[in-house]
Structure formats: structure tokens, C-alpha cells
């Protein structure tokens, strides 16, 4: 059958329908764990099921859980956690099939990447893989959320724990938790709690400003907007907030250098008159929308001078940091008070 979307698996196991094969692949693991959970809940609601790593495979073991029948119960589950398809040798792929297309219907056998990216176009065997489980089960493709989507699961989680949340105050929390849906469903479960408690109900900006932990990558793009706007003791005081959560300083220099890089890249490609969206291609921002809509934002409020002078200054920091013994702090601070020193006016 085709490939499904987590609502659509969702919906064939509501809907009483079964099946005993599945593969469930893609960046957002949210969704998968979601889906996993459903499949395991259906085909195996009294048993665990029985679990393989998939990068160091017994294919004797698997092949004798999967084909043998249970002597105290027909069904059974079997799972195989990141099966490595493209380092099978030729030999491991055809016991693997057999597998596959041996094992009975009671034996439901359920496969789950979580660790590595598929890719069905550049890699022949993954395509071969996807393509015999869609034959005979069911393939899920979890991919990435868009903004929407994340802003409709907040507000809808939130209404079903009797809460309510405002889409911009939706879209600027995950933001705050990187769009990552595991941190957001964890920091929800404690935004609603106290919304019940203190505001009937209503998520508010003070309670997301006091109970979300903030991100690293998010605290250094709001140093890096105050360093924009020139507002240097606002950036010292977020820059003093992640000492005191005893954040790495390098750690905080590779943020800032990463957002500044992100605002660059958008600059150049807005320079040339091309589309943002091109650098998902380009760069590993699958997953990180929230960066490029930022870096658009900030992007016409720099020049090309200062930009590279940020990225330079950086650059500089880390290598003193990785080679002196100054105080890290002192060197941070020093950077970015000459960072909003640039001389060029930053504002075009």
C-alpha cells in the first residue's frame, strides 16, 4: 500500500484495520515515537515487544523470533531499531527478505530508523527495502513539520488538557524549544498545569517566559538581535544568564557565530535575488525553519561589513578561548562590545 502520513496510520488503526509489517523513517522523531507507540499498542496491547538493534543484527536470532510460533501465544512482536539496510552485506539483505516475506501473520514485525537518514533516490538498497515493505505493509514517512503544523498540535494539545494558548504566543514557544516536538510536548505538560492553576486555563507570555527553558541556539539569536539593534548591555545581560546556567563559553561562541552565519547566508542570497528556501538544500537546515525565518528578519538590518566583522571577531574568540588562559568570560564580553563597535552603520 502506499506510503502513510502519521495522521493516515493513525486513522487505519482506528478505523480497526491491521496489518503485521511496518517501516516508519524520517527527521521528525516526535512522530515517530508517536507511531510506534500506536503500532505497538495494536498489534501487541499485552506483550513488549521483542527488540533488535539493527546496527549490530543476530539475522539467526531474528529469523527464529520472527518464523517460530509462540508455544503460549499465536502473535508476537518483533522490532528492529535502526537497521543499518545500507551496510548489509548481499548475503545479510537475502536473509532479511526471507524474513520478511516468510514470517505469519501473527507475527507482526515492525522496523524503526531513528538513528541515520533514508534516502530512497541515492541509495539503491534503502529504495529496494521501502519498496518490499510497501508491497506486503505499511511504510510511515515522518517528515518534518511545517510552522502550522507545529502551532496547530500546541494549540490542540493544549485545548485537550482544558487550555487555551494564542497562535503568535504558540509560534514564539516553539521557537523558544527550536520547533524540537519532544521538548515542546514536555514543556506544555508544565505550561498547562500552571495555566490551570494561576489563569483559567490561559497559557500567558509570563508563564512561557518563566517555565520554558530556553535553548542555547535561541539565547544566542537574541544576543545576536540585541548586538544588531545595538543594544550592548542587553546582550551582556542574556551573555551573563548562560554563564550563570554554567553554559561552555565555547559553546555560547559557536551559537552566536552559527546565527550571525545563518544571517549572512540569507543576506547573500537576498543580495542576489534568491530564494531563501534554496538553502535548505545547500545546508543542514532541515528541521530548523525557525533559523531562516530569524536570519530573514535581521538580515536587512545589516550590512555585508558587519556581518563579516562579527563572523571574524567570533572566529577570533574561539581561537583564544581554545588557547589561552584568560577568563572566558572577560574574552566574550570583550567580543561583543566590539562587535555593536563596528564602525559602519549597521542599520541600511
Not at 518464523?67 to 508476537?76: H, I, T
Not at 545500507?86 to 507475527?107: A, M, N, W
Not at 567570533?314 to 566574550?332: E, P, R
Amino acid at each position: 500500500m502506499p506510503k502513510l502520513s502519521e495522521k493516515e496510520l493513525i486513522s487505519f488503526i482506528k478505523g480497526g484495520n491491521s496489518a503485521s509489517l511496518f517501516l516508519l523513517y524520517g527527521p521528525d522523531e516526535y512522530s515517530k515515537n508517536i507511531c510506534y507507540r500506536r503500532i505497538i499498542k495494536a498489534v501487541s496491547p499485552q506483550a513488549e515487544p521483542i527488540l533488535f538493534d539493527g546496527q549490530a543484527l543476530d539475522f539467526q536470532k531474528l529469523h527464529e523470533e520472527c518464523v517460530s510460533v509462540s508455544f503460549f501465544s499465536e502473535d508476537k512482536c518483533v522490532c528492529v531499531r535502526n537497521p543499518d539496510i545500507e551496510r548489509f552485506s548481499t548475503q545479510q539483505g537475502e536473509i532479511l527478505y526471507s524474513i520478511v516475506s516468510q514470517k505469519p501473520d501473527s507475527t507482526a514485525l515492525v522496523f524503526i530508523v531513528k538513528s541515520h537518514e533514508v534516502n530512497t533516490r541515492s541509495s539503491a538498497k534503502w529504495a529496494k527495502f521501502v519498496k518490499t515493505i510497501e508491497e506486503s505493509g505499511i511504510v510511515v514517512e515522518c517528515a518534518e513539520k511545517s510552522q502550522n503544523d507545529v502551532i496547530s498540535m500546541i494549540t490542540s494539545t493544549a485545548k485537550k488538557h482544558g487550555c487555551s494558548i494564542e497562535p503568535s504566543l504558540a509560534a514564539d514557544f516553539a521557537d523558544r524549544c527550536l520547533n524540537d516536538m519532544l521538548l515542546i510536548e514536555n514543556d506544555l505538560v508544565k505550561l498547562c498545569a500552571f495555566a490551570l492553576e494561576k489563569s483559567d486555563g490561559v497559557i500567558t507570555l509570563d508563564a512561557i517566559e518563566h517555565l520554558t527553558a530556553r535553548q542555547l541556539d535561541y539565547k544566542a539569536y537574541e544576543i545576536v538581535k540585541q548586538l544588531i539593534n545595538k543594544q550592548t548591555n542587553k546582550a551582556l545581560y542574556i551573555l551573563d544568564s548562560l554563564f550563570l546556567q554554567q553554559v561552555e563559553a565555547i559553546a555560547i561562541n559557536s551559537a552566536l557565530a552559527s546565527s550571525f552565519l545563518d544571517i549572512y547566508r540569507v543576506k547573500m542570497m537576498q543580495k542576489y535575488n534568491h530564494s531563501v528556501s534554496e538553502l535548505k538544500d545547500s545546508f543542514n537546515y532541515k528541521g530548523k525553519d525557525y533559523k531562516l525565518r530569524g536570519a530573514g528578519y535581521d538580515a536587512p538590518k545589516c550590512s555585508l561589513g558587519f556581518l563579516k566583522n562579527a563572523i571574524s571577531l567570533l572566529s577570533q574568540a574561539d581561537v583564544t578561548l581554545k588557547s589561552t588562559k584568560d577568563d572566558k568570560k572577560t574574552v566574550m564580553e570583550r567580543t561583543l562590545v566590539a562587535i555593536t563597535g563596528y564602525n559602519e552603520s549597521v542599520l541600511r
